[in-house]
């Protein structure tokens, strides 16, 4: 199949730049640019395209699962074209055809190469288009299918083993900038028996990627082909390894951490996607309400104190401690961070990553940071004793320092503390502010809807969350989730999170000081007016913010209150 000529209906309005632009991306790209170069939505470019070409809108789309075989993956992805269910009432024996662009000569002439009727041509939504592909194609399948399909023809054995080399480097390639557009946070190639699975970390949840049927012939290339990038020894395939990638995804240069572990397939591998420059989140973004926002805020003009975030990995720890860092940064501040990894670049501190493998610990990364006349020090993640000792000294000679702890809650993070062997006093003394956390899904505002409540079971869910049932009174709607094609029929799109806040008073220091349990600790903090995890999510779900299945999905048995 020849590339894609540039297309001869761009519209005659553009300037010979923005014209120019338009021809050089892919087809798939070009309702986004058009989008972008006049600033108007979507549905008004597809009502301009189908007003200039003659073509229609398709009013629903829906893939044909009988004419999906006619066409070739590298066709429908190439040429974003996908044979759909006839829209209207109509029994002409048509092939019914959605296109993001509508078709030149090339395009048309190719298509009707492989349809055995006659074509009807119809436009749709340029991501919707390509999602549905993506679905019944599965990701990368354009390239695979031309390397098993150059293994057919009578070639120099070269050659074919070039073409396979190329379709896996080209599959390799898909399958990360799927994951980015699809906001996916970790990749996993896990080989399984008769398949090489590939999921993606959406919101929390790992979502099953379509593949090409034909994938696991490709298996142990396409592992070897992720080991290269990463800079891995191919050879070695009965040790864990890891490694990282620098991989461009359009404006952005993603930091991907390579992990590989063997297993009793072949190796798999995880990908842990990190976009350096992503949109940074305020407190408002985070999901606090004023008061939560109120509470931290006061803490933050601090000259001195630690501030700890807790929760389990993946609860969103490091996005926090960027919004605390982002919230007080100014000139007149040093700010140095040591990180693993950094995730997030702040404009103007001064971040270090740290490096066990040659010595550069954090414990002896902080030791270094303290003789560079910091005013506010981030440490990722405090994981030893010694890590803790320097952090909590270094809060207690003038220094605001913010940092992480893996416990389920925020008074076990002041335990924990006390359990690594630091003085209760000193704890007491430097520990200005707890915050434990949770991410849940965020419903779909695009389709998100209000439903009456069977209040027998709302009583139950609320128990469940250790929460008084009669909350559940005079409560007769809450929102739900429907699904639609911004959030891929899930209901849900994006997080938001749940927020467990404890300022210790000077009665909470002398629980410290007397080495008192957590529970105790928590159940005199939940007496004094500390709002729970499962609190804070009541008031997110009454809000229409989330769900309660949401919520007990999140918060486990150790973490309702006492």
């Known amino acids: 199949m020849s590339a894609i000529p540039p297309p001869d209906d761009i519209p005659h309005d553009l300037t010979d730049p923005a014209a120019a632009r338009l021809r050089e991306v ?86 009707q190469i492989f349809a055995d009727k006659p074509l009807r041509w119809w436009l749709a939504p340029a991501d919707r288009l390509r999602q549905l592909i993506v679905e019944h194609y599965g990701v990368g399948a354009g390239s695979i299918e031309d390397s098993a399909a150059a293994e057919t023809v009578q070639i120099a054995p070269q050659s074919v083993e070039a073409d396979a080399d190329a379709a896996v480097v080209r599959f390799v390639r898909e399958v ?75 404006d952005d240069m993603l930091d991907i951490r390579v992990s590989t572990i063997p297993t009793i397939y072949a190796e798999s591998v995880s990908l842990r996607l990190l976009n350096q420059k992503k949109a940074a989140f305020s407190l408002e973004t985070l999901g606090m309400d004023e008061a939560e926002r109120a509470q931290v805020t006061r803490v933050l003009d601090y000259p001195h104190g630690i501030v700890l975030v807790t929760g389990p990995t993946g609860s969103g720890k490091s ?54 006349d910091p005013d506010v020090i981030m440490v990722g993640e405090i994981r030893d004793r010694e890590t803790a000792d320097i ?24 335990t924990r503390l006390v359990d690594m062997g630091i003085e209760p006093f000193l704890v007491a003394s430097a520990l200005e502010l707890v915050i ?19 209040p027998v079971r709302l009583r139950g869910m609320l128990a469940r969350l250790g929460l008084a049932p009669d909350l559940a009174d005079r409560v007769t709607a809450l929102h739900e989730p429907a699904g639609c094609e911004r959030c891929r029929g ?14 210790p008073d000077e009665t909470m220091h002398e629980l410290i000081v007397k080495r008192e349990s957590s529970r105790t600790l928590a159940k005199w903090a939940g007496e ?19 769900t309660l299945e949401e919520i007990l999905r999140v918060i486990t048995a150790t973490e309702k209150p006492v």
């Open 26 to 111: 892919s087809r798939q790209e070009r309702q986004a640019l058009l989008v972008a170069l006049r600033g108007s939505t979507q549905a008004a470019i597809l009502a301009e395209l189908a007003q200039s070409s003659g073509l229609a809108v398709a009013p629903t789309l829906k893939a044909d699962p009988a004419a999906l075989p006619l066409l070739p993956a590298r066709l429908a992805h190439e040429y974003q074209v996908l044979p759909i269910l006839c829209p209207t009432d109509t029994t002409a024996p048509e092939l019914h055809l959605a296109a993001s662009w509508p078709p030149d000569a090339d395009v048309a002439d190719w298509t």
């Open 176 to 250: 990360i900038d799927q994951a980015v557009a699809d906001a996916a946070t970790d990749i996993h190639f896990e080989p399984q028996e008769g398949q090489l699975r590939i999921r993606y970390r959406v919101d929390g949840l790992l979502v099953p990627v379509p593949v090409p049927e034909n994938l696991l012939r490709y298996q142990d290339a396409i592992i070897s082909r992720l080991k290269i990038m990463a800079r891995l020894n191919i050879a070695e395939k009965r040790l864990p390894q890891d490694g990282r990638i620098n991989h461009r995804a359009g």
């Open 319 to 372: 996005t926090s401690l960027n919004a605390f860092l982002r919230q007080i940064n100014s000139t007149d501040l040093r700010i140095v961070t040591v990180e693993d990894p950094i995730e997030y670049e702040v404009p103007g501190a001064n971040q270090m990553q740290v490096r066990p493998e040659i010595g550069l610990s954090f414990a002896n990364a902080l030791r270094h940071v303290l003789r560079q």
């Open 391 to 414: 952090a909590i000294r270094a809060s207690l000679t003038g220094h605001l320092v913010f940092s992480t702890l893996h416990t389920n809650d925020a008074p076990g993070a002041i």
């Open 436 to 454: 434990a956390q949770r991410l849940v899904r965020r419903l779909c505002p695009d389709c998100a809807r209000s439903a009456p409540v069977d």
């Open 490 to 503: 899930s209901g849900y799109r994006g997080r938001i999170g749940l927020f467990e806040i404890l300022r």
């Open 528 to 546: 004094h007016g500390m709002t729970t995890l499962a609190e804070s999510g009541w008031k997110k779900v009454r809000a229409g913010h989330t």
